[in-house]
């Protein structure tokens, strides 16, 4: 996955250690090699995205593309996308959403948000790994302005 002819690092927010290490294994399986930088939780993943201050100007010349867990110990993932898509420094970065909530009105909210794709975690360890495969190669392919 490039940007402009630069790499693009994935930003992964996930608590859940097994669904994060199934993620990284079939995102590589999809022949995506990109690096991944894995957080637990939000206040890491922010300091990291928009810089201790916040102010966004950290990721200024970085490519990143975020996944992001909606269900984090410290905040909710839609605080963080809300975060991220309000700065403008950082409002073009991509977000998946990667979570177990399949509420309609919460995926609106994600959408409203500026989250640019919503997918729901299937339940099925093998219906899980085979929808992480088909992201990683859509990741392959994707363009990040």
């Known amino acids: 996955m490039k ?14 250690e097994g669904h994060a290490r199934l993620i990284e ?8 090699n990109n690096e991944i930088i894995p957080f637990t939780n939000g ?3 922010l300091d990291y995205v928009l810089g201790h201050d916040r ?7 970085r ?5 992001l867990d909606l269900n ?3 905040m909710s993932g ?34 409203d948000l500026g989250a640019n794709v919503y997918i729901t975690k299937p339940v099925d360890y093998d ?8 992201l990683g190669l859509f990741f392959s392919v994707m363009q990040i302005p």
Not at 3 to 16: L, N, P, S, W, Y
Not at 55 to 61: I, P
Not at 127 to 134: K, L
């Open 78 to 111: 839609t605080d963080i996308l809300e975060k991220v898509k309000s700065n403008p420094h950082t409002r073009r970065l991509p977000v998946v959403i990667l979570t177990t909530t399949d509420d309609e009105h919460e995926i609106q909210r994600c959408y």
């Open 63 to 67: 490519y990143l593309l975020i996944l």
């Open 25 to 32: 294994k079939n995102v590589r399986r999809a022949g995506v």
């Open 127 to 134: 219906n899980f790994a085979n929808a992480i495969r088909q």
């Open 55 to 61: 102010s966004g100007l950290a990721s200024t010349d």
């Open 72 to 74: 984090l110990p410290d």
């Open 43 to 45: 206040n890491d993943a």
């Open 3 to 16: 940007a402009v002819g630069k790499k693009v690092t994935i930003v992964m927010i996930e608590d859940d």
